[in-house]
């Protein structure tokens, strides 16, 4: 009789891990492999631009679990070792090493990596900030107090000026936007986060585009700008790049696998031949709108990996659909600002309580007459009470909203 392959996770990511964990926390008990192409052990990635970037966290402490963990949970890991192609038929995933570990169930959790430039790659000096070590060595690179040039304004970018600035560094933040996360927080509150950067002296260039880099020696010297189409350059000594990430699905490339904006998934995060995604890399079908949705949301990650468990153990064809509420946070200057939905694309924003100019309020997202985010900033309490109006898509009411 042939022994079970079992359940076979790719990507040692934080989805990865919770849904092996949750598989033994509902009593599967057959064999486990996870996969990594990192060294690392499953960490935690929002710390990467925050904590660990600051030099106020080692690199340790953004392990998930620690060492002895995993013997526990009776796991085989296999990191340092990318999957490069996936046979459906045959239930195999072949590793960039030449091995095949077979499976009967898989879980794709391979996340997203970092967009770059044209000419990026070849280049010293030039950074992005997805992985630890991307952190590791840009942390490095802050330490002689370079000019840094941060290209885009989305959370990244953001977080990246900000602990920059922490560490003296003279910062230039460029952004196609009017101002940093300007999509997502609504004029408002996206010009008290202008202000906050300006406040700690860092230079906004707004709505301009980033079109090359300048090299001389081997290292970047500055980045390329067009602004209206008026050409201009600014110097630099080194360069972050926060322009967004792409999902790892290339070694899924004629798997028969449907690929599209990440892995694409039923409802029920099913992707057909026995395989399933959560995480970054999930690009899945809204039981309750019918749209297509894949989110880059920490929280998100730990959901689904419980959810794809669940609905391993039920089997295809018994699964659930996957709910969720999307909750993301970034801390700028030792302030936080939180959103719950989708708060990107069009829409209206209302101010519910607070003031922007003071720091602290919150905010709700308008679509269509529905609520479909909430944001805040030091009003925490007040933030969670619009969670559930985000949740139901709530008609937009203002006056019950502030009474």
Not at 96 to 104: I, K, L, R
Not at 141 to 146: K, Q, V
Not at 186 to 209: C, F, K, N, Q, W
Not at 382 to 400: I, K, T
Request: hydrophobic share 40%.
């Amino acid at each position: 009789m042939t022994s079970p392959a079992g359940v076979v996770v790719v990507g040692a990511s934080a989805a990865g891990l919770t849904a092996a964990e949750a598989l033994r926390q509902s009593g599967y008990d057959g064999p486990l492999t996870l996969v990594g192409d990192e060294p690392h052990p499953p960490y935690d990635r929002p710390p990467v631009s925050k904590q660990l970037l600051a030099g106020d966290w080692p690199a340790e402490r953004l392990l998930l679990r620690p060492e002895e963990a995993y013997t526990e949970l009776d796991v085989r890991l296999r990191l340092g070792v990318a999957a490069s192609a996936l046979d459906v038929t045959a239930h195999r995933v072949r590793l960039a090493n030449g091995t095949d570990v077979p499976y009967d169930s898989l879980v794709v959790a391979t996340g997203t990596r970092a967009r770059t430039l044209p000419g990026a790659g070849g280049a010293a000096g030039v950074h992005v900030l997805r992985t630890l070590d991307d952190a590791l060595a840009l942390r490095t690179a802050l330490a002689g107090r370079p000019r840094l040039v941060v290209v885009g304004g989305g959370f990244v970018g953001a977080e990246a000026a900000s602990v920059a600035r922490s560490l003296d560094c003279e910062v230039t933040l460029i952004t196609t936007g009017d101002a940093p996360l300007a999509d997502v927080v609504g004029p408002d509150a996206a010009d008290m986060l202008a202000s906050l950067h300006r406040e700690h002296g860092v230079r906004l260039v707004t709505g301009t585009r980033v079109t090359g880099l300048l090299t001389g020696q081997g290292r970047v010297t500055g980045v390329i700008t067009d602004r209206r189409g008026v050409r201009s350059e600014v110097r630099a000594d080194a360069v972050v790049l926060g322009v967004g990430a792409r999902p790892n699905t290339e070694w899924l490339a004629g798997s028969g696998l449907p690929l599209g904006d990440g892995v694409e998934c039923d409802s029920t995060l099913y992707a057909g031949h026995d395989v399933w995604a959560a995480g970054d890399v999930a690009s899945w079908q809204d039981p309750d709108s019918g749209t297509r949705l894949r989110i880059e949301h920490r929280t998100n990650a730990t959901e689904q990996g419980r959810h794809v468990a669940a609905n391993i153990l039920a089997g295809p064809g018994a699964g659930s659909g996957f709910r969720t509420v999307p909750y993301v946070w970034s801390d700028q200057y030792g302030l936080r600002l939180q959103v719950y939905g989708l708060a990107r694309g069009p829409g209206a924003t209302h101010l519910v309580d607070g003031d922007p100019r003071q720091r602290k309020f919150t905010a709700v997202r308008v679509r269509d007459g529905r609520v479909v985010a909430a944001l805040g900033m030091g009003m925490f309490r007040q933030l969670r009470a619009l969670r559930e109006l985000v949740a139901e898509h709530a008609a937009w009411q203002p006056r019950g909203l502030t009474s």
